[in-house]
């Protein structure tokens, strides 16, 4: 059965680094896109980042911008999320999410387009 199996999470300082893991378990990497979006405590689940089927196109919120990077392994087979510069701004449940249709237009910041999401893992940042 098609389902996504996400990990990485954990406690980390402000300044250091986590990288999150996403794959869809029966699909190759290159049959979907991947977002991965974030909801941290008393707040709305918000877009942080997505990658399209080629790996070729990536998107990011501006609070992540040149902090985080979401990439292909496609020898692996999965997604990751390098974070990068952690604050304590970035303490959240972090989602993957799957996106296969590849037909129409990529609009990765809308969570309804996906398909298949990750249980979310917990990243906590302390001060």
């Known amino acids: 059965q098609v389902h996504v199996e996400e990990s990485g999470g954990g406690l980390v300082q402000a300044g250091g680094s986590l990288t999150l893991s996403c794959a869809v378990v029966?699909?190759?990497?290159?049959?979907?896109?991947m977002g991965w979006f974030r909801r941290a405590p008393g707040k709305e689940r918000e877009f942080v980042a997505a990658?399209?089927?080629?790996?070729?196109?990536?998107l990011y919120a501006d609070p992540v911008k040149g902090r985080f990077t979401v990439y292909k392994n496609h020898a692996e087979n999965t997604v990751h999320l390098h974070m990068n510069s952690l604050n304590p701004e970035d303490t959240a449940v972090y989602y993957c999410?799957?996106?296969?249709?590849?037909?129409?237009?990529?609009?990765?910041?809308?969570?309804?387009?996906?398909?298949?999401w990750g249980q979310g893992t917990q990243v906590t940042v302390s001060s």
């Open positions: 029966g699909r190759p990497v290159s049959t979907y896109a």
């Open positions: 999410a799957a996106d296969f249709d590849e037909v129409r237009s990529w609009s990765p910041r809308t969570s309804y387009e996906y398909h298949l």
């Open positions: 990658i399209n089927w080629s790996g070729g196109s990536t």
